[in-house]
């Protein structure tokens, strides 16, 4: 534990030190020009981080961003007179609005659409930047001189200063943010941006939010670069760099403060690596050494695609051979910074970083953090007494697609502190009315009421917040999350300290707290012993349970369970009897969904059954079991006689 | 007078928008089949245009170096899927994305340095000599472009309704896993998407070179205004991209008029934006129902 600290910590330390003091002992101006450019990009490359790291996003507006922050600064000397800080806070505030304008239309957009929205943003941006000539100079450029800070001239000296200053806040500010639950968030929307609506998260406010701040952050690098270079082009800011800082965050490492420095070193290093020819033969001589390496080793642990192995090999040999064949590197550097991306992309996902990372804790072995000892269960997850009452109450409800009546006016009520079974063939309409109930869809009419109370309507978020928790019978786990931050992540009434405290990490008691809460709901689903694993490298058992978990994580008034045993095989299904036996003693409602009559009869006290979207039956599981309707609707047969052998796994 | 330079640019700005409506249309090919595009179809219009070029300047004639030029882009659609889509499409990520903006990065800085950074002129056996329409000048060479978007446009339509293979292109277009159940391999469907859909982009390459010269940067612009038009119609719209092909076309031909030729890929962005946010499936596209 305390290895580890001293080992992340300490080299932290070591590298901002030596940072902070290089200009101390040499007086190159090229040298310092390079680490003033490496402070620039670091910030810039930590911003971008946010949205392809983080939130998962292929974001092509960073450079846009970037030039943005610079032209803002620049005006606001040159036009206004502003001083430094001033026009620096001027520029982070320009990438934060226009960071959240551009990402309110992508709150419905991901993947491809999202990448074209930025795509397109920037290409505007530099079509503005080039024409609004009053204001930026057009193509002439704009000319500015650096400005005073706090009345003084500042030197190449004091200005590498004031980057490092800034590199180091924005470094241990997003470090804080990151290990926080904003940034839990930023990854479960990544994953699972259904779960993370139906978690009571929010995957609009964290998207935005994380867009924002990564274009601050890309504002305020532009800000540093405009009074670095003191002259500001518009051309400066296209594709080209965009290619070049996606080469940096991809190759140092995704998510990683770590991966965005050494992209960064790697950005400022670049012209001079494709300058010095015996430089570049070496780099990529060592670039095929590596590809070969890890091809070498996914193979003999056989856990690469054959393609994933071959390709960069092939890419880095291209390079190499490539290398020496042309005569001038510099004329091929884009197909350079292709071929390298590629063989990053292909075949170490995880970035330099991420690799050394596990590399070096392997190397020095050194433990992951302690996890703290669990919660009583009673502070996890209150238990509520009950009188009875209803607790949720559907009014003929109707849920159309088109001329499908999937749902077709149900009206069921559910008494708090019961397990009510919702049960019937396939296509019945069971999943339709829990995912109308549960917000996913909204409902064509009818009326739901919660503690008498309506229900929100057609938002996974609000009904969540509302206190109406539920798991997914295709799982909807936050995959690239461990079981224990799946948890973490859904904790409701956990967190509240504000952002400026978290951000300068004062919120270390309540993570604390929250580890514990959610190790005690990992111990009552049995996976406190796979708290570290990742969500997708757990067995589909394991799950299931684990969405289980989640889902009591939001401590809710209503838990529904949408098919919990299907595909669990048997020792698992009696386990899962167990699990809700032990959620229904805490005074949990639950409703659950489910095909296997013995699991519904072991457990529920009320089952609805439906059929053609309709309730056919309602009682005790062994009334229902024997009511004709029920019996023609799953087998199409009337008589009494063939009712024994009528319903599937029927005891 | 000021009314016929208005329909004047309104008619060119949509023959050039037939262009943007045909690459569209190749992005369309492979959305349905893999849900995915390629971010770099703008270097294969470009790299075909100069494949093509190139056959022109060993001394083929113009009707037999059509072929080999889109011969030429359906190969590098093929590539572009085994090298950048299929190990994505496979592991179910967005990895695509970055591996197909990366190979058109590739693709582009080959160009720069096998052909050179400048633009050149692309011959063509048909006129550019202007006759007059109701007082609307329009060339050959503008009406060769029309007719060369429908016919691939037809051709490829045809290919898909009438063949077995193209029946298979449907089938996994409608439901993979279902297709898959079937017999049919989706994985040699969405490659022949992406051959299809290089083919298309060779063939835009071809119809438009001999009106905007042939250079590495030749398609930089274009394929932001594909994107518009596809995104605009919704990316599963079908002949919906013509339509919008056309008006963005003669939307941009106006502003460059009204507001100077700096802003004149202005409003295809800013349509591409404001389309995502209102209606992310496009003007013709059906919305989806999330499922769970």
């Known amino acids: ?651 | 007078m000021d009314n016929t330079i208005i329909i004047q640019m309104i008619v060119s700005g949509a023959f050039m928008g037939l262009v943007y409506a045909l690459i569209a249309y190749g992005f369309q090919l492979t959305f349905a089949t893999s849900k995915s595009i390629n971010f770099g179809q703008g270097e294969l219009v470009m790299l075909s245009a100069f494949f093509s070029l190139t056959l022109l300047n060993l001394g083929l004639p113009f009707w037999l170096m059509v072929p080999g030029g889109l011969l030429f882009g359906a190969a590098l659609g093929l590539v572009v899927e085994r090298a950048g889509v299929r190990l994505a499409l496979e592991q179910k990520s967005e990895g695509w994305i970055l591996l197909t903006i990366i190979l058109g990065l590739l693709g582009f800085s080959a160009a720069e340095n096998i052909w050179g950074r400048d633009d050149r002129p692309f011959p063509t056996p048909i006129s550019s000599d202007a006759f007059q329409v109701l007082g609307i000048s329009i060339t050959p060479l503008e009406i060769s472009v029309a007719i060369g978007v429908f016919a691939v446009m037809g051709m490829v339509e045809l290919f898909k309704r009438k063949t077995l293979m193209g029946k298979a292109f449907e089938a996994v277009s409608a439901d993979r896993d279902a297709a898959e159940l079937m017999g049919i391999s989706a994985t040699r469907t969405i490659m022949l998407s992406y051959g299809l859909s290089g083919m298309v982009a060779a063939m835009a390459g071809i119809l438009i070179s001999p009106i905007t010269t042939v250079g590495p940067t030749m398609a930089s612009a274009l394929i932001l205004k594909a994107f518009a038009v596809a995104v605009v119609a919704g990316l599963d719209s079908g002949f919906g991209v013509v339509l919008i092909g056309i008006f963005l076309g003669a939307l941009e031909s106006l502003t460059s008029f009204y507001l100077g030729s700096g802003w004149r890929e202005a409003p295809g962005l800013v349509l591409l934006i404001l389309a995502l946010a209102i209606r992310p499936n496009g003007v013709f596209g059906k919305s989806t129902i999330r499922k769970v």
């Not at chain 1, 292909?346 to 992951?368: C, E, Q, T, W, Y």
Request: proline share 4%; net charge neutral.
């Open chain 1, 1 to 651: 534990m305390l290895k580890r600290f001293l080992f992340v910590r300490g080299a932290e330390l070591i590298v901002l030190s030596a940072l902070a003091s290089i200009p101390l002992f040499i007086n190159n101006t090229y040298a310092l020009g390079l680490l003033t450019l490496l402070a620039i990009y670091g910030i810039l490359l930590i911003g971008l981080d946010v949205t392809v790291g983080y939130l998962g996003q292929v974001n092509l507006a960073q450079a846009a961003f970037l030039g943005l922050g610079a032209y803002a600064a620049g005006i606001c000397v040159t036009t206004f007179g502003f001083g430094m800080l001033a026009a620096l806070a001027v520029s982070l505030l320009i990438g934060l609005i226009l960071g959240g304008l551009l990402a309110f239309p992508a709150l419905r957009l991901d993947g491809p659409q999202f990448a074209l929205a930025t795509l397109s943003f920037s290409a505007l941006a530099i079509t503005v930047l080039n024409e609004w000539e009053g204001l930026t100079g057009g193509a002439q450029g704009l000319s500015l001189d650096r400005p005073l800070l706090f009345g003084m001239l500042m030197d190449a000296k004091a200005f590498y200063w004031l980057c490092f200053i800034f590199l180091a806040l924005v470094w241990v500010v997003m470090r804080n943010m990151l290990a926080s639950q904003w940034g839990r968030a930023f990854e479960a929307l990544r994953d699972s941006t259904i779960a993370t609506d139906a978690m009571g998260i929010g995957t609009y406010r964290h998207k935005v939010a994380g867009f924002a701040l990564g274009s601050a952050l890309g504002g305020l690098a532009g800000g540093l670069y405009a009074f670095n270079f003191q002259y500001l082009q518009p051309q400066s800011f296209t594709y080209d760099l965009m290619v070049i800082l996606l080469l940096g965050v991809v190759l140092g490492g995704r998510k990683s403060l770590w991966g965005a420095f050494f992209g960064a070193c790697l950005i400022v290093l670049l012209p001079n690596l494709l300058s010095n020819r015996l430089l570049f033969e070496l780099f990529s001589a060592a670039g095929l050494l590596v590809a070969v390496i890890a091809a070498w080793r996914g193979w003999m642990n056989l856990k690469q695609l054959p393609f994933q192995a071959l390709a960069p090999i092939i890419a880095m040999a291209l390079l190499v051979v490539g290398g020496y064949m042309v005569e001038n590197t510099e004329n091929w550097r884009k197909a350079i910074f292709a071929l390298m991306l590629f063989s990053v992309v292909v075949g170490l996902p995880d970035g330099v970083m991420g690799f050394a990372a596990r590399f070096l804790s392997k190397l020095f072995k050194i433990a992951p953090s302690e996890l703290p000892t669990a919660s009583k269960l009673e502070e996890a997850l209150p238990s509520r007494q009950h009188t009875g009452d209803t607790l949720l109450e559907l009014q003929d409800l109707k849920r159309h697609f088109g001329g499908v009546k999937a749902v077709d006016g149900v009206s069921m009520k559910v008494c708090a502190g019961q397990i009510h079974g919702l049960i019937g063939p396939n296509g019945s309409g069971k999943s339709t009315v829990v995912n109308v109930i549960s917000g996913l869809y909204a409902p064509t009419s009818g009326e739901m009421l919660l503690q008498g109370k309506p229900l929100p309507k057609g938002s996974l978020f609000k009904v969540a917040r509302v206190g109406v928790s539920r798991t997914f019978q295709n799982l909807q786990l936050f995959g690239e999350l461990s079981a224990l931050e799946n948890v973490m992540v859904a904790l409701r009434g956990v967190y509240h300290a504000p952002l400026p405290l978290v951000l300068l990490g004062f919120a270390r008691a309540e993570e604390q707290r929250a580890r514990a809460d959610a190790l005690a709901l990992l111990k009552l689903v049995g996976l406190e012993d796979q708290a570290r694993a990742r969500a997708k490298d757990l067995t589909y058992g394991a799950q299931r349970f684990l969405e289980i978990a989640r889902a009591l994580a939001r401590k809710p008034e209503l838990l529904i369970l949408d098919e919990p045993a299907a595909g669990l095989a048997h020792p698992d299904v009696s386990k899962l009897v167990e699990i809700i036996r032990s959620i229904r003693q805490c005074g949990m409602t639950v409703i659950l969904i489910e095909h296997h009559m013995d699991v519904v009869s072991e457990l529920c006290d009320v089952v609805t059954v439906l059929d053609g979207g309709q309730v056919i039956a309602e009682g005790t599981p062994s009334e229902v079991k024997r009511n004709p309707k029920v019996i023609k609707a799953y087998l199409g047969m009337e008589s009494e006689a063939d009712a024994s052998c009528a319903v599937p796994h029927a005891t």
